[in-house]
């Protein structure tokens, strides 16, 4: 314990002494006592109520880094740990340069020592830990966690105060604390001859065909892709086979790289020069003619069609051939039917009847006028007179006319004939039914 004492006189008669004590424990803590007296003056006096020293000011009559605790009378300042008290109140001690000086050892060997506001701190250098002791330094094995050395591929890590070193197998080299590959392919000229490939691999290389080729690296042989179907190109494309790979051409009336090939719409150009109708097919298209023309030659042009002529199934009766298609009439006693190609009997009798003067009889394209008996038809076929004479018509006997002897007009037969019984057309005799039965066989 160091102990300063200094007297101070403000008045001589009341001799104040002001006593500092230093103290030191073993926590590094420094205590000063101030404490005031009056020695002259021994009769009582009424005591004063003391004053708390440790709450005046900022911050404090022990100052920063010191704990203030109030006494009878006076004060007690005691330093933080790390610190020393001294005129100016409590500064702190550099534990690094104290060790230097003294001898001591704030930290272990290898280690560095850096003070700190109250305290120090103990750091190591690179492939060195901090101990849990905070002041010695302990080696790191990087070979416990390392990679660099690559020891997968059978490269050794070794140890070493501090760092550590790679043992590289062939195929590797070391550089800088780690086994780096060895690239055999850009260090080492035609190590593959012929169509083989270099290919790097972690300490070592292989040769391998190229694209295109097959074999074992070092002899490769061309591969036909489009006979092996190992190609890309389209369904509608053709695959040609070159040394060491192969092309792809889209097919006629189709576009596109021959990978994948589209449709090409040959219509929407010029119609695809068809004269009149343009079908897109894929990967084609074709020209087709409107109905009453046909294709010629070149596919794309188109000519009438002779109807009349190509077909038997056209008009009934007349056929008339016109562009691109053809028209039907009919003879006289008939009307087109409605289907334009069928021709209709026209019943002349439900018109006027025909024109007759008595009976009309329709038939087919035309119609006949009857009359009764003794009637006969005019010269024009319609009206029907008396026959006065044979001139006009034969008097209209199928065969025979004359005259009797009142002078009316009578027919006949011929020999083998009969009259019928409007007595004027003739009939066949049948003389196989009227031949005896003497006669075996009548023809």
């Not at 550099?94 to 272990?108: I, N, Y």
Request: glycine share 10%; proline share 2%; charged share 20%.
């Amino acid at each position: 314990m160091l102990l300063v004492t200094e007297a101070l006189s403000a008045e001589p008669e009341e001799n104040e002494v002001l006593r500092y004590t230093d103290t030191q424990d073993s926590l590094h803590q420094n205590e000063v006592t101030v404490t005031t007296g009056n020695f002259s003056d021994t009769s009582e006096k009424p005591s004063l109520p003391d004053i708390d020293e440790c709450l005046q000011g900022d911050p404090g009559p022990c100052g920063y880094h010191a704990n203030c605790t109030t006494t009878p009378g006076s004060f007690l300042c005691s330093c933080f740990r790390g610190y020393l008290m001294s005129a100016q109140g409590c500064e702190d001690v550099d534990e690094c340069v104290l060790a230097a000086v003294t001898g001591l050892q704030a930290c272990g060997s290898g280690a560095e020592c850096k003070n700190t506001p109250g305290s120090f701190t103990c750091s190591c250098p690179a492939g060195f830990v901090l101990a849990l002791d905070g002041h010695n330094c302990v080696d790191i094995d990087e070979c416990n966690f390392e990679e660099s050395c690559r020891r997968e591929l059978g490269n050794v890590c070794v140890n070493t105060e501090g760092s550590y070193t790679c043992v590289c197998q062939a195929g590797f080299r070391e550089d800088r604390a780690a086994c780096v590959d060895v690239d055999e392919c850009v260090e080492e000229e035609r190590v593959c001859v012929g169509r083989g490939q270099c290919e790097n691999t972690p300490g070592s290389y292989r040769c391998v065909c190229q694209h295109g080729y097959r074999g074992n690296g070092t002899h490769c042989t061309d591969v036909n892709e489009c006979l092996s179907g190992d190609h890309g190109c389209d369904v509608n494309a053709r695959c040609g086979n070159i040394i060491g790979s192969y092309f792809c051409q889209c097919l006629q009336g189709y576009s596109g790289d021959g990978h994948s090939c589209y449709d090409v719409d040959e219509c929407a150009q010029d119609n695809g020069f068809c004269e009149h109708n343009c079908t897109n097919q894929l990967g084609s298209y074709s020209c087709r003619c409107r109905t009453g023309y046909t294709i010629t030659a070149d596919q794309h042009n188109c000519t009438d069609v002779d109807e009349c002529v190509s077909s038997y199934d056209t008009c009934e009766q007349t056929c008339t051939n016109t562009v691109g298609s053809f028209l039907c009439s009919c003879g006289d006693g008939y009307q087109l039917h409605i289907d334009g190609l069928s021709c209709v009997d026209i019943d002349e009798c439900k018109l006027q009847n025909g024109g007759c003067s008595h009976e009309c009889s329709n038939t087919a394209g035309g119609h006949t006028c009857h009359c009764p008996f003794p009637l006969i038809l005019d010269h024009h076929n319609t009206t029907c007179v008396n026959v006065s004479s044979c001139a006009l018509r034969n008097a209209g006997c199928d065969q025979i006319c004359s005259l009797g002897s009142e002078g009316l007009v009578q027919c006949s037969c011929r020999a083998g004939w009969e009259l019928d019984t409007d007595q004027r057309t003739c009939v066949d005799v049948d003389e196989c039914v009227s031949l005896t039965a003497a006669v075996s066989r009548c023809v």
